[in-house]
């Protein structure tokens, strides 16, 4: 067996990029010529496709240390930009090795479809040596990623994720105060041999027509920062709330650096100095701690022995064997790419070593993400990849993702839509609802003047803005275009099931950029045609968000015939939960409404209506995707591991509908299937698990699921698009809206007094 030294694997290098350059400039070292076209010109995306191929493997999967040093997202700007460029195969060929071969060792391209060089390498006795390669617990990519952890094995010793997100949640509490102060004592341990770095927080309200809005500006900046310190110190953030504000505060904490934060309280005051909030993290324990339920319930933070403070360190895979030492990809453009999917190193390097990665000038990558085609195709390119490889429902969906790729790339490149449009229509195909863009803004002039739900098949208005229409039309066609088709076309661009869209459908679908728009409705059987005019984006916003609200506004908790509780969990606070629910008698029939607001209250109030139950008995059963070298394995369902009881009456009943998602649907199925509540109403929205953040090269965050979730309940199976299903249907109908009526209530109430 040869033997390679390290010095020899130093000195290497140079001869194998020159290897790999002139196969890739032979223009018949596939066998065949090869055509001399700019395939763009005839709306062609071969040589886009092998990019993005080679590009989310190179990334995720090769493990050299100057790879580390690469800027991702410039790198896929600058690179689409240059294959863009390219007039031939050859052109593209040399591109390739250019932009790798700075930061992946041994990257070749050639007829074959196994490389004599990498063959060479990996037989080799690399004695002295360790090998390196890529462990996955989803990606670690951006600071609301924290879960989620990437290292590479024998070579990240000490786990570094910059901007990590520390802490964070949210304060069930209502205020009249315009003006918060929040103080916080704590204290940094940094990392040894690291210069203490910042922190920073960020407080805002929760905002119902804009639940994403705290993440928004905590990747926006948005936040304050703070010095750390070694020593407790306690620091002093205000921030002002609007008008009428919610009753939730979200917050969060996180470090720009190695090291940990090491909390010793957080502290909320009014503008008057009364407290709002205190958290003791030293007692985290104690029901007197505002934190006490939160702490209990959602398992977001993992006290140490101290009780100091959360851990922020990231959690890593254990070395595993059986990884793939090197990648050979067939190419679209013509023979093969080969590229180590494992190195060896030193405490000093991987190698062999390269040249290393070239920055991209600041203004040259500004111009880049003003171009929208450019930045569009490498939107799609990075999105492309992170669902191949971490999403946990990818394989349910049997989409074909390569084709999603080829589509999403050819309608930008030949200028059929938008580069937002084609990633947000290839997004739609994995059918998850927690996919989101956050800081894009929908460019949206005007409205159709009405409120409108989807509901029989039908676009209904439920809440007009113009005196020429009523409750209950039904919008056959805007514009000379089906109702029917607008809904269609709009849901083609949104994540996720149907139910998990209609909310969207009725804010966004029916827009236009004129100021009047020509509609034909049917109003008591009756077609007519009218011209309306279109509300602007700002009335529209503001005329939806006080429906809204006085939409859960209109349904306050109390009681009903004097026999069955009604608690509406959209608009209530923990004190009326408390004030309301506690002094239920024992044996008074309940009836819990969660079709309104996508309440965050929902599991605080458990006690109240199950005394001696605080919180779930088991913790969620769940499954990052653990991905090694392009071989994803997806978990096992459990099994299921108590009986469902005998549901014949029941004297809890929650509302629902298609507005409970993620958290919520949680926590339904774990009641319903232990038989604690009888759910009526409509399906769920079909999510369940923790988000994941992927910054895009354009400038946008994307939200997607990177956690599949199980019920927690001990069933089989998960949530992924059926959602909790509702023991008794009751759908909203057209009638429903025209007459006021509220079916869903009424079936609870008959469903109650009928167990009498």
């Known amino acids: 067996m040869t033997r390679i030294s390290l010095a020899d694997l130093k000195g290497s290098m140079k001869s194998l990029v020159m290897v790999a350059i002139f196969l890739s400039l032979a223009d018949t070292v596939f066998g065949r010529n090869i055509v001399e076209e700019n395939i763009f010109e005839n709306g062609k995306t071969d040589r886009l496709e092998d990019f993005a191929r080679i590009y989310g493997a190179v990334r995720w999967f090769m493990p050299s240390d100057e790879a580390m040093e690469v800027d991702w997202n410039a790198f896929t700007l600058h690179a689409v930009d240059k294959v863009m460029k390219c007039h031939n195969n050859v052109d593209f060929h040399n591109l390739l090795a250019d932009l790798y071969g700075g930061f992946v060792p041994m990257f070749e391209i050639s007829g074959k479809r196994r490389s004599d060089i990498l063959e060479e390498y990996f037989s080799a006795n690399h004695h002295d040596l360790l090998p390196v390669w890529w462990q996955h617990a989803g990606a670690g990519l951006s600071i609301l990623s924290n879960q989620y952890a990437s290292k590479r094995v024998n070579r990240d010793y000490n786990t570094k994720s910059l901007n990590r997100l520390a802490v964070y949640g949210y304060m069930p509490f209502r205020t009249n105060s315009d003006t918060l102060a929040i103080i916080v004592r704590l204290k940094y341990l940094a990392s040894e041999h690291e210069t203490l770095p910042e922190f920073n927080l960020i407080f805002d309200t929760y905002d119902p027509n804009d639940p994403m809005d705290f993440l928004t500006q905590l990747i926006q900046g ?17 921030t002002v709330l609007v008008e009428n504000s919610s009753d939730n505060l979200f917050w969060g904490i996180y470090s720009d650096g190695q090291g940990e934060i090491v909390m010793e309280s957080i502290r909320i005051r009014d503008n008057e100095g009364n407290d709002l909030a205190f958290v003791d993290f030293r007692n985290a324990g104690n029901k007197d701690n505002s934190f006490y339920k939160l702490n209990e319930t959602t398992y977001q933070y993992q006290w140490q022995d101290d009780g100091l403070h959360s851990n922020i360190r990231n959690l890593l895979f254990e070395e595993s064997p059986g990884h793939k030492e090197y990648c050979s990809m067939k190419l679209k453009s013509g023979g093969y790419v080969h590229f180590p999917m494992q190195l060896w190193a030193d405490l000093e390097h991987t190698y062999p070593a390269t040249s290393g990665y070239l920055p991209i000038a600041g203004e040259d990558l500004d111009k880049l993400k003003k171009d929208k085609r450019i930045a569009g195709i490498a939107d799609i390119i990075v999105a492309w990849n992170v669902m191949k490889y971490f999403s946990p429902y990818l394989n349910e969906q049997k989409a074909d993702w390569d084709r999603a790729l080829e589509k999403a790339l050819d309608s930008v490149v030949s200028g059929k839509t938008s580069g937002m449009d084609a990633l947000r229509k290839m997004m739609s195909e994995v059918n998850d609802a927690h996919v989101t863009y956050l800081n894009f803004q929908e460019q949206y002039e005007r409205f159709f003047p009405a409120w409108i739900e989807v509901t029989d098949g039908k676009a209904v208005v439920s809440d007009p803005y113009s005196e020429k229409l009523s409750k209950g039309d039904i919008l056959l066609s805007m514009n000379g275009r089906n109702s029917k088709d607008i809904v269609r076309d709009f849901s083609s661009l949104r994540s996720g099931s149907f139910q998990s869209k209609r909310q969207d459908i009725g804010f966004y679908a029916f827009n236009s950029p004129d ?26 916003y503001e005329k939806t968000a006080r429906t809204y609200m006085d939409r859960i506004s209109a349904h306050p908790s109390g009681y009903i015939r004097d026999s069955i509780l009604y608690f509406n969990a959209g608009i209530s606070d923990l004190d009326e939960a408390e004030t309301i629910l506690g002094a239920r008698r024992p044996g008074t029939p309940v009836i819990v409404d969660m079709r309104f607001y996508p309440s965050f209250l929902i599991r605080y109030i458990m006690p109240y209506l199950w005394p001696g139950c605080n919180g779930y008995v088991e913790e969620t059963p769940s499954s990052i995707p653990e991905v090694s070298f392009l071989d994803i394995r997806s978990g096992k369902s459990p099994e299921a591991s108590r009986k469902i009881p005998d549901k014949t009456y029941i004297d809890v009943v929650f509302l629902i509908s298609h507005l409970n998602m993620s958290n919520q649907e949680e926590f339904l199925d774990y009641v319903k299937y232990n038989g604690m509540a009888c759910l009526i109403g409509e399906p769920t929205a079909g999510i369940c698990g923790n988000i994941n953040v992927a910054p895009l090269p354009g400038g946008v965050f994307m939200v997607f699921t990177g956690e599949r979730y199980y019920s927690i309940a001990g069933r089989k199976g998960d949530y992924f698009i059926r959602g909790v299903q509702p023991d008794i249907l009751v759908r909203s109908t057209v009638t429903d809206m025209t007459e006021g009526r509220d079916d869903c209530l009424e079936a609870a109430i008959e469903y109650l007094e009928g167990g009498k």
Not at 222 to 238: L, N
Not at 524 to 532: E, P, R
Request: glycine share 6%; net charge positive; proline share 7%.
């Open 515 to 540: 100021s009047t728009v020509v509609c034909r409705i049917m109003r008591k059987g009756k077609i007519q045609g009218l011209t309306l005019r279109t509300l602007p984006a700002s009335d529209y």
């Open 222 to 238: 948005g936040q304050k920062s703070f010095p750390a310190c070694p020593e407790w110190s306690e620091v002093t953030y205000k």
